[in-house]
């Protein structure tokens, strides 16, 4: 019960409830478990490198300071969604009981020299997990610069939902919002009434506000309500479908996109500004139904 520490992992087990929990890998402070009344509500590859090889395929890895690549911006020569996910974080602590609650922490010299020599900036990275209740999980990452002038940047939580069936599910709540398609390449308003559906690869960002709530759907009961929302005005919906979970060597079952939904909250569609000093965080609930 309570916090339990090992060399690569902290979990966190609710005090009314040891069968709801939170694990959460040190390397890229990456939430790989995520079980309430001892479902797990996160999908996890089964072939996800939790060595600290490459980022982990599932759970909620953390994207900070760019999402996916950049060009001709001070994060170009970053990988892929940056080195938050693929850095080795330290455990500040329990910070609180009730809501059970953990924080995690990243700077400089915890980056890899390749890391550093990609972007150079001095920040602190904090990631606060907490069990806000016996079917909640609240995560909130907070970036300080530290350094002298102000740098921009992305964040995100790469959420992997686990689900029943990708044909029966629908993401509620992104109707009428501007959506950037990548699998399309074009830009447009969703039009759906009933729900964001998966019948194929699919790879968006939908512009919202973090007022609007967000809730995934499987036959028409809500099964996850996303809620809390601070500085998260981006929804990525991501599936990889056949193709792409093909062609994604730790993805398995290949199948599995049938059992699985990204809807990643985060600021992605633009650059933040944080000035030397400065602090920003962005947050979310989600909420198991
Ligand atoms: O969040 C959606 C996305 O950017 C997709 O374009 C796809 O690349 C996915 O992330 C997975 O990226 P990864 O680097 O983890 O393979």
Request: net charge negative; glycine share 8%.
């Amino acid at each position: 019960m309570g916090v339990k520490l090992t060399d690569t992992q902290v979990t966190l087990t609710h005090p009314q409830d040891e069968s709801t929990s939170v694990t959460i890998l040190l390397y890229g402070a990456t939430v790989t478990s995520w079980k309430v009344k001892g479902q797990e509500r996160l999908w996890l590859s089964e072939q996800a490198k939790l060595d600290g090889s490459k980022a982990v395929r599932g759970g909620i890895p953390l994207v900070f300071p760019v999402f996916g690549k950049s060009t001709d911006h001070e994060t170009s020569a970053l990988p892929q969604h940056g080195f938050a996910r693929t850095s080795t974080w330290e455990v500040l602590g329990q910070t609180s009981e009730d809501p059970l609650t953990v924080q995690l922490g990243l700077g400089p010299e915890q980056l890899s020299v390749e890391a550093r020599q990609q972007w150079g900036r001095d920040f602190t990275l904090l990631y606060t997990v907490s069990l806000t209740g016996p079917e909640s999980l609240t995560t909130k990452l907070e970036v300080e610069n530290t350094d002298k002038a102000p740098f921009e940047f992305n964040v995100l939580f790469h959420t992997y939902f686990r689900i029943p069936d990708v044909s029966k599910v629908a993401v509620q709540g992104l109707t009428g919002k501007r959506v950037a398609d990548k699998v399309l390449k074009s830009n447009y308003v969703e039009q759906t009434t009933d729900g964001v559906r998966i019948d194929g690869e699919v790879d968006r960002v939908y512009a919202t506000e973090s007022s609007d709530p967000v809730d995934i759907t499987s036959d028409g009961t809500p099964i996850v309500s996303i809620t809390g929302r601070k500085n998260t005005e981006d929804v990525v919906v991501w599936n990889p479908w056949t193709d792409k979970a093909n062609g994604l060597a730790d993805f398995y079952p290949k199948d599995g996109f049938k059992q699985m939904i990204c809807v990643e909250l985060g600021a992605v569609s633009k650059f933040h500004t944080v000035a030397p000093g400065d602090k920003w965080a962005a947050e979310q609930t989600l909420n198991a139904k």
